[in-house]
């Protein structure tokens, strides 16, 4: 536990200091600021609810959190810094874990920002809180799949930008080809896309219920990354 923590805290330092790291941050919040405006979620005489923002946000997060992730460990391959780290005394699982926690944490304080809108609903209007925080939750654990693949397409390459590719492109293909064959299939193949449509899951939180199966696809789906990105990690010491 103690080697994980020290992980995450190099990889929280070094986001923190890293100029892509405030790039990313503004560049989300800026997009979803607009979002803001252009639905009037806060405007006078509209419904106090964030419900638009939730909604378009899984489409942003397939760009942002790619561009997080990029550098946890194609960083380490291209500095050449994950030789020390491999024949330190720290397990394959515990560099990934320490890794991924970084980029989770970096992430939720990312999300935080937005918060900033439901208390400006809460002050000026009534927004129903309690759906709000479900959708929130719902981010969180969206956030934890999309970081989880970020860090997996991270540990392919030593390059950043073609880190940052290999986590954006099949991310915004899934989350928009799942929603297109859930709306124009039919039978099987509509049921089978409709388990691991992330819209559909995230839906489910956007309205205020949290289920035991979108709870359980969103943390599958980051625990089989880790270990995919932890084999992938372990074969460097047999190179």
Avoid: C
Avoid at 3 to 15: C, D, G
Avoid at 93 to 121: D, E, R
Avoid at 160 to 168: K, T
């Amino acid at each position: 536990m103690r080697n994980t923590i020290a992980i995450m805290e190099r990889e929280l330092f070094s986001l923190f200091f890293s100029p892509i790291g405030y790039i990313v941050v503004a560049g989300f919040l800026l997009i979803t600021g607009v979002i803001v405006l252009v639905t009037g979620s806060i405007a006078p005489g509209k419904p106090a609810t964030l419900r638009s923002v939730f909604d378009f946000t899984p489409y942003v997060l397939t760009i942002i959190i790619p561009a997080i992730s990029m550098r946890t460990i194609s960083e380490e391959y291209r500095s050449g810094t994950i030789e020390t780290l491999t024949t330190a005394p720290v397990t394959d699982t515990q560099f990934v874990i320490g890794k991924y926690l970084a980029a989770m944490i970096f992430y939720t304080i990312m999300l935080a920002g937005t918060l900033v809108y439901l208390v400006l609903m809460m002050i000026y209007g009534n927004p129903d809180v309690g759906a709000s925080l479900a959708s929130y939750l719902g981010l969180l654990l969206l956030g934890a799949s999309f970081t989880a693949f970020g860090v997996f397409t991270s540990s392919l390459t030593k390059n950043q930008i073609v880190a940052w590719m290999l986590g954006m492109v099949p991310l915004m293909l899934f989350v928009w080809f799942a929603a297109f064959i859930v709306q124009h299939a039919q039978g099987g193949l509509r049921t089978a896309f409709q388990k691991i449509n992330v819209l559909r899951h995230l839906d489910q939180f956007n309205r205020g219920l949290i289920t035991t199966e979108s709870v359980v696809f969103f943390l599958a789906t980051a625990v089989f990354f880790l270990f995919l990105t932890t084999k992938v990690v372990e074969s460097r010491r047999w190179r």
